[in-house]
């Protein structure tokens, strides 16, 4: 294996890649206007009278988890952009690989066809040892009782350790509902550090309920809170120092802008989170806070070509305790990054993706991908002391076998060469996009 100076001579294009974020919400307004799909916005001021709405295509779907996307019952007077903001909503539930959106006089014609939603969760990365590996399998349904409501569970090695998730979620899209989540999961993970013998295993039992509040047509503004609380044990401690057990509880607040049209092969629009983390560890009586910044867009550049950009920055506090951190590496972040190794106080990265499509047919596409990922991050030593800034650069290609008839469902083989902080490559294999 061999190392890299990253110093004078990658910074500034670490420093250039970092800023395409910044560059992109500047030219979102016009990157992200065209649709790929011949939909326009016409004015607020324009009304047309809708008197029924009539489902084609549907199969398991209820109409009425449809027609409640609507910002008001029929029959009524509708703005022509509440019309087209209806159908990125229908289009976003992500239950449909084809939306057809028509008005006949007061009649609003919803033509869709819908994918299988019972669908596999699978995921492969290999890592630098058979331990360091990452797999995961599972089943979601997302269309339950025909409600675009999603249940699921997994299992999954990750961290040198097993992980159960289970969930149950209502879809965020209608325009006056309180949409709730809960889940539950049990994670054993094995802390470990670059450059350090020190080494234990951390036990997490616990459950999330998340409430989100109504989505409202004037605005593309969202917001949630989630209430987390699980039970922290460290077990086969191997560490410099003893390391508490206790509770954790923590109110986390989310706030979205979103202006993100999903579509299977050419994504458009973009959507910027923040989450804000504060929260408390009984026990030890530290403060666990942590907050993260998100931009995802998707830049369309033909019908079935589109440049994606997801960038990520986030930071916690930290008592000295490792175990409240931040992970980087090949499953989040950087392909190619050594997983489970660096746990950081604070980290940004980059993943820049080109994607090409080319149908091979009815509902099956192949998708070639050109791809490079970039970051910074500061980590923590086996004792909570931070390390000095590191930067990681990768690069890469693959491709995407793509049935649209399924829901979230796909072939996903990646091959990355990591250029910094050392050289490394990987294979990386899984069943929905990276990001």
């Avoid at 029924?52 to 703005?79: M, S």
């Avoid at 349904?141 to 159960?164: C, D, H, I, K």
Wanted: charged share 20%; net charge neutral; proline share 6%.
């Amino acid at each position: 294996m061999h190392y890299l100076y990253f110093g004078r001579n990658v910074w500034p294009v670490v420093r250039l890649w970092l800023l395409v974020p910044s560059l992109s919400v500047m030219l979102s307004p016009f990157a992200s206007a065209p649709d790929v799909r011949g939909a326009t916005i016409p004015s607020e001021e324009d009304t047309v009278r809708i008197d029924r709405v009539a489902i084609e295509g549907t199969i398991h779907t209820r109409d009425t988890t449809l027609i409640q996307l609507l910002p008001r019952p029929v029959p009524d007077h509708f703005t022509r952009a509440e019309v087209t903001e209806f159908e990125r909503r229908v289009r976003n539930l992500s239950l449909f690989d084809e939306v057809h959106v028509t008005r006949e006089g007061s009649l609003l014609r919803v033509a869709v066809q819908e994918k299988l939603t019972l669908a596999p969760i699978l995921t492969f990365t290999s890592g630098s040892t058979a331990k360091d590996l990452n797999a995961t399998v599972g089943l979601v349904e997302y269309n339950m009782w025909g409600a675009g409501t999603q249940l699921g569970g997994q299992f999954s090695y990750s961290q040198r350790g097993p992980n159960v998730d289970l969930w149950l979620s209502q879809h965020p899209f209608e325009p006056d509902r309180w949409a709730k989540e809960v889940k539950g999961f049990y994670h054993v993970n094995g802390i470990r550090f670059a450059d350090s013998p020190f080494s234990w295993t951390r036990n997490r039992f616990g459950a999330e309920l998340e409430v989100r509040g109504p989505y409202n047509y004037g605005s593309p503004f969202r917001y949630e809170v989630v209430l987390e609380v699980y039970r922290e044990v460290v077990l086969e401690e191997h560490a410099s120092r003893p390391l508490p057990n206790g509770y954790y509880v923590g109110l986390i607040p989310e706030f979205t802008w979103d202006r993100y049209q999903w579509h299977d092969l050419v994504p458009s629009g973009y959507r910027i989170s923040l989450d804000l983390k504060p929260g408390f560890f009984f026990g030890a009586n530290h403060q666990r806070h942590e907050a993260k910044l998100r931009y995802l867009q998707g830049v369309p550049l033909g019908s079935k070509t589109v440049l994606m950009v997801n960038s990520v920055a986030e930071a916690v506090n930290n008592t000295g305790n490792p175990n409240h951190s931040l992970l980087l590496g090949s499953i989040v972040g950087i392909r190619g990054l050594s997983d489970n190794l660096y746990r950081n106080r604070a980290q940004t990265y980059t993943n820049l993706e080109f994607r090409h499509a080319v149908s091979l047919a009815p509902r099956w596409a192949l998708q070639g991908v050109l791809f490079s990922d970039v970051g910074a991050f500061q980590s923590f030593d086996e004792d909570g002391a931070l390390r000095p800034w590191k930067g990681a650069v990768s690069v890469g290609g693959g491709f995407r076998l793509i049935p649209t008839f399924l829901s979230n469902t796909l072939l996903r083989v990646d091959v990355a060469q990591l250029l910094a902080p050392n050289q490394n490559t990987l294979v990386q294999v899984g069943i929905t996009q990276y990001f």
